[in-house]
């Protein structure tokens, strides 16, 4: 019989309301924590498993482009080969066959300056007690730095500074009696967002915290079961979907079948609403099987029917912007076209770590169309403005490469007020503009005619059951704690 602790209950972080009230907000922050984008895939039962892990993890490239990992099992051992870089180019045929068996797992990694090392890319491969496991983690845990001191002192050594490989530790060190047992004990003791697969000789394992922060969803292919961050990944490997891995859930996947184990319940969900603002792609189907594409489609909507304004055509600042401009075109009545002409062949530009690369980022990647846009008053949408430089440019390169007579810059989500210590990559809270700047100054900054968001409000009506997400980036309410020493933190963020 399992026996799991309860989860411990969020502390009371106050509102951002309440810490305005109090005079604690938009002061600098001390820490910026480990932020890491990821992309996650699984398979079991597949003689082709790491070639379907390939792909999956070729179409979760969004998710994270720093490195990437394939872990397989035939059965008897595991085998592991991940590098640094983009999935394409790491993964030759030589590679791949290096890789046999009928299980694997796979991980796409993002992560912030300081930590890209290839130590820190996943699958994170571990020998202990009970035999071999490889584990890969879409997440952020935010009291890792706590976990991991107390575990250095109980004697463990860690080999990255991933957040991921304190999980790993906490299984090691666990006195369950099985194996499932030390996993749901380590993941009863960790806070944060956590969608993780594990990978044993004889099966996989997948766990979602209990706020369903990540995305994560189950499918089959030709009788072998497949997981994967997002759905169009099924779509590529022509897998059928089957339901989401539930917030809390621990999956067990081997000889017997499937076996589900609820680690926590009626507990609050926090799923990020951010994954439908920008971070998954358009064509997957999300947090219950809702479509991005169609909710990003109603933002647009929403903010024609809150902040229209005459104008002769409406342009997306692609790829993000695009479905928004379709939505606010449609109830708007203005015309749409693409005026920004986006080369697809380099990343996004915040992949790149080092800040001189991210100053060529726009120019690099986006073009204007003159002759579509002289002497035009046109209305630009874009999901989100972070610190602001990506606006400022776009404005720039309309009105100068463009010769636009007017730029109305609106923006499908709202204010970005809040970093996110989710796994979302956002910047400081001084870095983000909106948490210091009202919206005009904003506008004059990135010299536009006129700059406008999508409300809080019209944003949670729109999506179903909206207290069941995290609005942190947009309220500053953060739903889960951050214990020990990162609250004590957090609250000098905010003092
Ligand atoms: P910024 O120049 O910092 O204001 O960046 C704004 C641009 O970054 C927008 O065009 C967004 O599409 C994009 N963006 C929004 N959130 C993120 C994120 N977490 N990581 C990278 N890019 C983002």
């Known amino acids: 019989m399992l026996k799991y602790r309860k989860p411990k209950k969020a502390k009371n972080i106050p509102s951002f309301k309440q810490r305005q009230a109090l005079g604690i ?5 001390l820490i910026h924590d480990i932020h890491e984008e990821c992309g996650l895939f699984g398979v079991y039962g597949h003689p082709e498993a790491a070639n379907l892990t390939y792909l999956g993890l070729y179409s979760l490239q969004h998710r994270g482009q ?15 080969e991940k590098s640094m870089g983009l999935v394409a180019d790491i993964f030759t045929e030589k590679r791949l066959r290096r890789l046999p068996g009928y299980i694997a797992i796979g991980h796409n990694r993002y992560s912030t300056a300081g930590t890209s090392l290839l130590k820190n890319v996943q699958p994170i ?8 496991l490889a584990i890969a983690h879409n997440g952020n845990l935010v009291d890792a730095m706590e976990l991991r001191a107390s575990l250095e002192s109980e004697g463990a050594i860690f080999q990255s500074t991933s957040d991921s490989e304190v999980i790993v530790h906490l299984i090691a060190h666990s006195k369950g009696s099985d194996f499932y047992e030390r996993v749901a004990h380590a993941v009863t003791q960790i806070n944060g967002s956590f969608s993780l697969l594990i990978l044993r000789e004889k099966e ?7 706020y369903g922060v990540r995305p994560f969803s ?14 169009c990944v099924f779509d590529l490997i022509g897998a059928t979907y089957i339901r989401d891995i539930e917030p809390g859930e621990l999956l067990i996947i081997n000889e017997q079948g499937l076996e589900s184990l609820k680690l926590f319940n009626n507990h609050r969900r926090a799923f990020c609403i951010f994954e439908f603002i920008y971070f998954s792609r358009p064509d997957s189907n999300i947090f219950g099987g809702q479509n991005v594409n169609e909710m990003r489609k109603e933002f647009g909507r929403q903010l024609a029917r809150e902040s229209t304004i005459d104008a002769d055509l409406v342009i997306p600042v692609p790829d993000s912007g695009v479905p928004a401009a379709l939505g606010f075109s449609e109830v708007s009545n203005i015309p749409f076209d693409f005026g920004l002409i986006r080369n697809h062949y380099i990343g996004r530009t ?7 690369i991210r100053h060529f980022g726009v120019k690099i990647k986006l073009n204007p169309v003159r ?4 002497g035009k008053r046109l209305i630009v949408i874009d999901d989100s403005i972070v610190r602001g430089t990506t606006s400022k440019k776009i404005v720039k390169m309309l009105k100068e490469g463009g010769g636009a007579k007017e730029i109305h810059l609106k923006i499908s989500s709202p204010p970005t007020i809040g970093p996110c210590f989710y796994g979302i990559d956002t910047p400081t809270r001084q870095e983000l503009i909106a948490s210091s700047h009202l919206t005009e100054e904003i506008r004059k900054y990135i010299t536009a005619d006129s700059l406008a968001y999508l409300s809080l409000e019209g944003l949670k009506n729109i999506v179903p059951n909206s207290h069941d997400y995290c609005t942190a980036c947009f309220d500053c309410n953060y739903p889960i704690s951050f214990p020990g020493e990162h609250l004590k933190q957090m609250e000098f963020l905010f003092r």
């Open 25 to 29: 907000c938009n002061k600098k922050p």
């Open 125 to 132: 491969v571990a020998n202990f007690a009970l035999g071999s």
């Open 371 to 374: 002759k579509l846009l002289e």
């Open 204 to 210: 996989l394992i997948a766990v979602r915290d209990p």
């Open 350 to 356: 915040f992949i790149e770590p080092k800040h001189n």
């Open 66 to 80: 720093e490195g990437a990992g394939i872990c397989s099992s035939d059965g008897r051992q595991l085998f592991i």
């Open 218 to 231: 189950l499918g089959m292919k030709d009788g072998a079961y497949v997981l994967a961050s997002e759905t």
